[in-house]
T-cell receptor, first 115, second 112 residues
Framework: EPEVTQTPSHQVTQMGQEVILRCVPISNHLYFYWYRQILGQKVEFLVSFYNNEISEKSEIFDDQFSVERPDGSNFTLKIRSTKLEDSAMYFC?????????????FGSGTQLSVL | GENVEQHPSTLSVQEGDSAVIKCTYSDSASNYFPWYKQELGKRPQLIIDIRSNVGEKKDQRIAVTLNKTAKHFSLHITETQPEDSAVYFCAATLPNTDKLIFGTGTRLQVFP
């Protein structure tokens, strides 16, 4: 069964450093998403991406965040200057766009720790 | 905005018993309600979903019911097995948005 893959599985960084989280969505999927889960809290929507541009973003997704699809397979989330409160599990997801947010397939996540 | 509450936070059942997890949502316009299962250290996986024009959906031992009047939906697992042990998340979404709003999760433990 095709899967969304994420790398790295764990990332430790110093506050103020830039990090790039990488994702390879399922190949025939058209919608891509980033969600995050701070320890003990709900899974939260960050951003969706369709047709090579941001479709929707949450209030969490401020100027420190950006997404990119640099080639036909990768989808990345960049945090320019990490803060302690960015520590969380970050999930990438993709869907065939049957509906805008239906039947999402999630990756295994990247655990980001900001020290 | 939409808010989703999920109960209970933990649930322990004996193998073979049924398990029920309940979620409520705040916005009556919500139109799609998926359930995800996350085993320890693994990715969340969609196990069943329901749209607002349907009251119940079943897939083998798993069923979801939706009560639009009361704004709640429930996951029912019958004949539970140890491999059903996981964290289960409900979610809801509004039309014309890409955002899934998740519940806080229920940790289900099925004891042999």
């Amino acid at each position: 069964e095709p899967e969304v893959t994420q790398t790295p599985s764990h990332q430790v960084t110093q506050m103020g450093q830039e990090v790039i989280l990488r994702c390879v969505p399922i190949s025939n999927h058209l919608y891509f998403y980033w969600y995050r889960q701070i320890l003990g809290q709900k899974v939260e929507f960050l951003v969706s991406f369709y047709n090579n541009e941001i479709s929707e973003k949450s209030e969490i997704f401020d100027d420190q965040f950006s997404v990119e699809r640099p080639d036909g397979s990768n989808f990345t989330l960049k945090i320019r200057s990490t803060k302690l409160e960015d520590s969380a599990m970050y999930f990438c997801a993709s869907s065939e766009a049957l509906g805008r947010n239906e039947k999402l397939f999630f990756g295994s996540g990247t655990q980001l720790s900001v020290l | 905005g939409e808010n989703v509450e999920q109960h209970p936070s933990t649930l322990s059942v004996q193998e073979g018993d049924s398990a029920v997890i309940k979620c409520t949502y705040s916005d009556s316009a919500s139109n799609y309600f998926p359930w995800y299962k996350q085993e320890l250290g693994k990715r969340p996986q969609l196990i069943i979903d329901i749209r607002s024009n349907v009251g119940e959906k079943k897939d083998q031992r798993i069923a979801v019911t939706l009560n639009k009047t009361a704004k709640h939906f429930s996951l029912h697992i019958t004949e539970t097995q140890p491999e059903d042990s996981a964290v289960y998340f409900c979610a809801a979404t509004l039309p014309n948005t890409d955002k899934l709003i998740f519940g806080t999760g229920t940790r289900l433990q099925v004891f042999p």
